[in-house]
């Protein structure tokens, strides 16, 4: 593969595997295992791929070849070529919906507020700031230019806050349905949305890590000081609510 816009994406796709192996759960059996680290590969060559070449350019055809696995297999993992973008956005969801859903974990607003984030390539090893900046840069280009991507940041949200909205139903014993539940799930999706805002708009901008991480965290303080108002009232008191169990028991 050709190097493109100064990043190689065979030196991407290393950087990809050595970053996400230090996340595998040890906990795994040896087929879960095997099953997510086929996925993570699958997500590391199409993003090498979609950073080197754009994203419109590149085809679920190659990113399988690139793979070494069938077309069908890719999208047994990946239900669209959007979603091998964004695909830390189920693993956030996940994450974000088991921390929430035993209100034993503490606050809303202490929980979500950590898990959301920055974290950027600093921490992974073997990346300089310049290299690591470097692909962040594109990879905010990419989404940010990509009419495709544009939309597809908002169609993401529909699922994630699916995901978060059951966790807080079964934290507050309603129904995935409840409003209380709809709007606190909207303003935790919200949250993360803003994240990434403003984490392209500060990629672009920035001149170092250090700044971009500075000015993700100054948005993100904003935003929750708006919506921590909302995430504390869902935790208040359950004067006029109607629990699931109360209501049909």
């Given at each position: 593969?050709?190097?493109?816009?100064?990043?190689?994406?065979?030196?991407?796709?290393?950087?990809?595997?050595?970053?996400?192996?230090?996340?595998?759960?040890?906990?795994?059996?040896?087929?879960?295992?095997?099953?997510?680290?086929?996925?993570?590969?699958?997500?590391?060559?199409?993003?090498?791929?979609?950073?080197?070449?754009?994203?419109?350019?590149?085809?679920?055809?190659?990113?399988?070849?690139?793979?070494?696995?069938?077309?069908q297999t890719v999208f047994n993992y990946f239900p669209t070529k959007e979603s091998?973008?964004?695909?830390?956005?189920?693993?956030?969801?996940?994450?974000?919906?088991?921390?929430?859903?035993?209100?034993?974990?503490?606050?809303?607003?202490?929980?979500?507020?950590?898990?959301?984030?920055?974290?950027?390539?600093?921490?992974?090893?073997?990346?300089?700031?310049?290299?690591?900046?470097?692909?962040?840069?594109?990879?905010?280009?990419?989404?940010?230019?990509?009419?495709?991507?544009?939309?597809?940041?908002?169609?993401?949200?529909?699922?994630?806050?699916?995901?978060?909205?059951?966790?807080?139903?079964?934290?507050?014993?309603?129904?995935?349905?409840?409003?209380?539940?709809?709007?606190?799930?909207?303003?935790?999706?919200?949250?993360?949305?803003?994240?990434?805002?403003?984490?392209?708009?500060?990629?672009?901008?920035?001149?170092?890590?250090?700044?971009?991480?500075?000015?993700?965290?100054?948005?993100?303080?904003?935003?929750?000081?708006?919506?921590?108002?909302?995430?504390?009232?869902?935790?208040?008191?359950?004067?006029?609510?109607?629990?699931?169990?109360?209501?049909?028991?």
């Amino acid at each position: 593969m050709q190097a493109t816009n100064g990043l190689d994406p065979e030196r991407i796709i290393e950087i990809l595997e050595s970053a996400n192996a230090l996340v595998l759960s040890p906990d795994e059996g040896l087929r879960e295992r095997k099953k997510r680290r086929l996925r993570q590969r699958i997500s590391n060559v199409a993003t090498a791929l979609f950073l080197a070449e754009g994203f419109e350019a590149v085809s679920v055809a190659r990113i399988a070849a690139r793979s070494e696995v069938s077309e069908q297999t890719v999208f047994n993992y990946f239900p669209t070529k959007e979603s091998m973008f964004f695909d830390e956005a189920d693993d956030l969801s996940r994450a974000i919906a088991e921390a929430i859903r035993d209100p034993a974990n503490g606050r809303l607003s202490e929980i979500v507020r950590p898990l959301i984030g920055p974290a950027f390539p600093e921490r992974w090893p073997g990346v300089d700031a310049a290299e690591g900046l470097a692909i962040l840069r594109r990879f905010a280009e990419v989404a940010s230019t990509s009419p495709t991507l544009r939309g597809a940041q908002y169609l993401s949200m529909e699922p994630f806050m699916g995901t978060i909205a059951t966790a807080l139903a079964e934290r507050n014993e309603t129904g995935p349905d409840d409003p209380e539940v709809l709007l606190t799930a909207l303003v935790i999706a919200g949250l993360v949305l803003i994240r990434q805002r403003s984490f392209q708009q500060h990629a672009l901008s920035d001149a170092s890590l250090a700044a971009m991480t500075r000015g993700v965290e100054r948005d993100l303080e904003r935003a929750i000081k708006v919506a921590k108002p909302t995430l504390d009232a869902f935790d208040g008191p359950r004067d006029g609510r109607r629990s699931v169990r109360s209501s049909t028991g």
